[in-house]
Each structure stands twice: as structure tokens, then as C-alpha cells.
């Protein structure tokens, strides 16, 4: 069965993960995970993609964004591979690819996930035993979202404005969030509709998605279609159709 193409819609928000080749570290010191940085920002800027959430581990990236429109956020992440790749290559004196395939991504129900996925992509250096807490790793989003430092990265969501009247009341509202470790049940769920690219929400927001860009956005039911109830007067009408064809 043909691969559907990658399932992108306009002023939705996205989840991206870029894993890299064979699970190599693809950022080893700061002036990398900087130079990355500088260049996404540039990317996103060009290619008008709201980045809400980062995090750069050792081996993968995560991404929270909102792209303009279809195609601005596979030139954004093609454009700042046409950077990085050659600049780490050339200064680890190898040679080759460095991402594992083509990037993962899902489009996000905003209401219902893009908090949970913006607290999954930064407290993932906690999850995975790099730190004890979100503000101890350097490479995230998780400073500018409580206050602790502005990143002109990060263009803030109407979701995370929504937590407070003040950028006070957001910063504490965010940090209170973010104490709470997602559900496992959560961290697989946006892990697998990332992986296999299929929408992540509630079924109304699926169907709707469906609708508007004509296309299935999650996986098809498995088995066969139920069959339909026989109606017990066609059936009864039939038989006697049947008696009367064989007298």
C-alpha cells in the first residue's frame, strides 16, 4: 500500500520529533546545539512557522509549531538540515547522513493536547534520567515558559496565554503543570500518532480535520465491515419468491 504523504495542516499545531541515523548523537557540545538554534530560528522565521516548544536531546530533537501554511515546515526542517548536516560534518570529520529518514510528526487537537505535548517535550530530559528537573537542562524551552529566561525562539501560544492575566500567572501556571509528570498512557499516545503520523485528538476533532483536508488522518478500523441485519420481511418475501420460481 502506498505511504500517504505526510499530514500537514495550516495554523494547526504540530509535534515534530527528527531522530538521528542509528540513534548517533547528533549534538555534542554547546556551540552545536547554538549554531542549531540560530538556524532554526532563522528557518522558522522565513518559512513563518510559530515554534511553542523545543527541546534538544543528545540523539533527537522535539518541536511544538504551528506552520503558516502547507509546506513551511518541511522547507523550515530541510533548510536548516542543509546547514547543520555540513557544519557537523565537516567539524566531527565525517561524512554522510546524520538523520535518521525523514521527520515524524502529528497534527495536535490544540485544546486538548498542545499543554500536555509542550510539558511531554520538555520534561523528556527528565524522563529519560539526563537531569532531575526540567530547569536543570540548558536546551529547552522549559526556561522561557516560567519566567526564567526570554527565548526569541519561542512564539507563545494562545494556550499558554490563556493560563493567566499576567505573565506572572502564566510562568506559575506553567510551572505547576509542569510538575506533574504526563501519564505514561499520555507519553505513548503522542509518541505513537508522532511515529506512525496520524492525527492526535478527540474523535470530533479527527472527523472534522477529515473533512477539511479530504483525506484520512487516522488509522482505518481493522476487519471486515460488519454486516448488515437481515430485514425479516425482505428475507420472508424472498423465500416465498424462491417457492413459487421452483413450482
Known amino acids: 500500500m502506498a505511504r500517504l504523504p505526510r499530514l500537514i495542516v495550516p495554523h494547526q499545531p504540530h509535534h515534530i520529533i527528527q531522530r538521528g541515523h542509528d540513534q548517533q548523537v547528533v549534538f555534542r557540545d554547546a556551540a552545536d546545539h547554538t549554531a542549531f538554534l540560530d538556524w532554526l530560528k532563522e ?30 515546515l518541511a522547507r523550515m526542517m530541510q533548510w536548516v538540515g542543509r546547514y547543520y548536516v555540513p557544519y557537523y560534518n565537516q567539524k566531527y570529520q565525517r561524512s554522510g547522513t546524520l538523520w535518521q529518514g525523514r521527520y515524524k510528526a502529528t497534527v495536535l487537537d490544540a485544546e486538548r493536547y498542545l499543554l500536555l505535548c509542550s510539558r511531554y517535550i520538555e520534561l523528556n530530559p527528565v524522563r529519560n534520567g539526563l537531569v532531575a528537573s526540567a530547569g536543570d537542562y540548558r536546551w529547552s524551552s522549559y ?72 483525506r484520512r488522518v487516522s488509522p482505518a478500523k ?15 418475501n424472498a423465500s416465498k419468491d424462491l417457492e413459487v420460481s421452483k413450482s
Open 43 to 72: 528557518g522558522a522565521k522565513r518559512f513563518k512557522v510559530a515554534i511553542h516548544a523545543y527541546v534538544l536531546m543528545p540523539d533527537h530533537i522535539h518541536l511544538l509549531a504551528t506552520p503558516a501554511d502547507s509546506e513551511g
Open 222 to 236: 481493522r476487519g471486515r465491515p460488519a454486516k448488515k441485519a437481515k430485514d425479516p420481511v425482505t428475507s420472508e
Open 143 to 214: 526556561m522561557h515558559h516560567i519566567g526564567a529566561k526570554s527565548d526569541p525562539l519561542i512564539t507563545d501560544h494562545r494556550l499558554y496565554w490563556a493560563l493567566g492575566n499576567t505573565p506572572f500567572d502564566r510562568e506559575i501556571a506553567y510551572k505547576l503543570l509542569a510538575e506533574q509528570l504526563p501519564a505514561q498512557a499520555e507519553v505513548d499516545a503522542i509518541s505513537q500518532a508522532t511515529l506512525k503520523g496520524w492525527a492526535l485528538g478527540a474523535e470530533e476533532f479527527k472527523t472534522g480535520l477529515e473533512k477539511q483536508v479530504s
